[in-house]
């Protein structure tokens, strides 16, 4: 039992009640935590959970809490009661004036704002008690999470490599989010908006963001010679690698350094490439790169999305300039930029690693807002 003690305390907002959890709970808690989409990101959870699951953590875990030195309550619906989810405090460093909290929603309310809204309230209540710093650790590829963080306030800080224990024992990565006592009141201002409607398109060709769909063609694409020869990668990377780096893609939305989306046809949905617009070089510069599957290759396709995304940098980004690096050889590239208009600026020579294990000359694109009609 730990020495120092939260107050047991109901928190009310405009929609939520939190309170104390209880065994009347289990049949939800079991509910909840007995869904797929539950346990990806509580990989340790019992499968399949039971009632009898659910009071267990109930009694031996949730209602010792404040004897523990932690806190936690049930999210419930202010006018029904409805079980919606559970928040806590798992990590207590009182000396420090700091706190993790942790949380899940119930499958049944997600989407509808309430786990920001609770989190705003269990933060407000942990700076009066008085804490200073709230953190959350969160699995990359958790973007829900990472979006509720967002919504109340959180401020994205950095990874810690191998920080949480995933479901084979192996050990991953979690994006560290804190909020100060200090810190400006409201949402956590986004540098890269969404896609408007989730995607673009003009009708023949879709651009969406990438994400777990696309694993076996990112798979594939990394396996092709002459796209692996564009990147700057030396080794080819695993399928394990892909299916990270799809689930994660939006991470890096979130955080504005980088869009990468997928190139569809708009008729079918069928995958046929990628592409990614990175905030990285400077306020208001965007790098863009590209690929196409080879049998997706002479249909317009590529042009069409660079000139999508392009727009949607200007105009939704704030870009003001959008530029691109094609390497000597990669006259299909290259044509892609003249048909689009943009300005050859020059040659960069040996910027990027060769296949050969040289060094590969580099032809410098570019469009600026005011060329582009922005």
């Not at 104390?20 to 499968?47: H, I, K, M, Q, Y």
């Not at 942790?102 to 209540?125: D, K």
């Not at 699995?139 to 224990?165: K, T």
């Not at 869009?259 to 990628?274: K, N, P, Q, T, Y």
Request: glycine residues 10%; hydrophobic residues 45%; aromatic residues 8%.
């Amino acid at each position: 039992m730990s020495e120092f003690r939260f107050p047991q305390e109901e928190l009310v907002t405009e929609r939520l009640r939190l309170r104390a959890v209880g065994v009347d709970d289990a049949e939800d808690v079991a509910a909840a935590c007995g869904a797929a989409s539950t346990r990806e990101f509580l990989p340790f959870l019992p499968n399949p959970y039971t009632v009898a699951d659910a009071l267990d953590w109930i009694t031996n875990q949730a209602m010792r809490a404040y004897d523990e030195g932690g806190a936690q309550w049930a999210l419930t619906d202010r006018e029904t009661g409805r079980f919606l989810g559970v928040i806590g405090l798992p990590i207590v460093h009182k000396g420090r004036g700091a706190a993790e909290i942790g949380y899940w929603t119930a499958p049944w309310e997600r989407g509808r704002g309430h786990m920001s809204e609770a989190l705003i309230a269990v933060t407000e209540w942990l700076f009066k008690q008085p804490f200073h710093r709230a953190t959350l650790a969160i699995d990359p590829a958790n973007i829900a999470s990472q979006r509720v963080a967002l919504a109340a306030g959180y401020r994205r800080e950095g990874v810690q490599r191998g920080e949480i224990v995933l479901a084979d024992g192996s050990f991953g990565d979690s994006i560290v989010f804190s909020r100060l006592s200090t810190d400006p009141a409201g949402r956590t201002p986004r540098a890269l908006p969404d896609l408007p409607g989730g995607h673009l398109t003009d009708g023949v060709v879709l651009v969406r963001p990438i994400d777990e769909r696309d694993i076996e063609a990112t798979w594939a694409a990394w396996n092709t010679p002459d796209i692996m020869r564009a990147t700057v990668s030396t080794r080819v990377p695993t399928r394990d690698e892909a299916a990270k780096y799809t689930r994660a893609a939006y991470a890096e939305w979130l955080a504005g350094t980088a869009a990468r989306m997928a190139i569809c046809d708009a008729g079918s949905g069928e995958h046929v490439g990628s592409i990614g617009v990175y905030f990285k070089s400077g306020p208001g510069t965007a790098m863009l790169g590209i690929h196409l599957d080879s049998a997706a290759r002479g249909k317009g396709y590529a042009t069409r999305a660079t000139k999508l995304v392009t727009e949607w940098a200007f105009t939704e980004a704030k870009a003001e300039r959008v530029e691109a690096g094609t390497a000597t050889w990669n006259a299909g590239s290259q044509a892609i930029m003249e048909r689009l208009g943009w300005t050859r600026e020059g040659v960069m020579r040996a910027l990027i690693p060769a296949a050969d294990g040289g060094r590969d000359d580099v032809v410098m694109w570019a469009v600026v807002r005011e060329a582009a009609g922005g």
